[in-house]
């Protein structure tokens, strides 16, 4: 599917997470759009796992950018944005880090902390 390729990219950015690998991924993808929410989850992870929903919802809208990290596979990149626990949810605005939440927490919880800086 030509959307999966162009991940690098960021064409898939308007209807689908952005699978992310390694630190120069996430910060080209954050340098280059206004709101992206990252999500660090891990594939054993319960609550990652009843997050996704509502991080598949989220993507689908145009407001941010969503991204999503394995921190298996990127545990140094965890390590640099300060995850200790999983799912671990950051928000950047324009180039820096505003938000981080950890746990599962409501579609609208998250819609209105990205509203917060697209408005």
């Not at 689908?16 to 630190?23: E, L």
């Not at 080209?28 to 997050?51: H, K, S």
């Not at 989220?58 to 140094?76: C, H, I, M, R, Y």
């Amino acid at each position: 599917m030509a959307a999966e390729t162009a991940s690098k990219t960021g064409i898939e950015a308007a209807n689908k997470p952005i699978h992310v690998d390694g630190k120069a991924e996430l910060d080209n993808i954050v340098a280059n759009n206004d709101v992206v929410l990252t999500d660090f989850y891990a594939d054993w992870c319960g609550p990652c796992q009843m997050l996704e929903p509502i991080v598949e919802t989220l993507a689908a809208e145009p407001d941010a950018t969503v991204t999503k990290v394995d921190v298996d596979a990127n545990q140094q990149l965890a390590q640099t944005y300060g995850v200790r626990g999983v799912p671990t949810l950051a928000l950047f605005a324009e180039g820096e880090q505003v938000e981080k939440v950890v746990g599962v927490q409501p579609e609208e919880q998250l819609r209105s902390q990205i509203e917060q800086y697209t408005e």
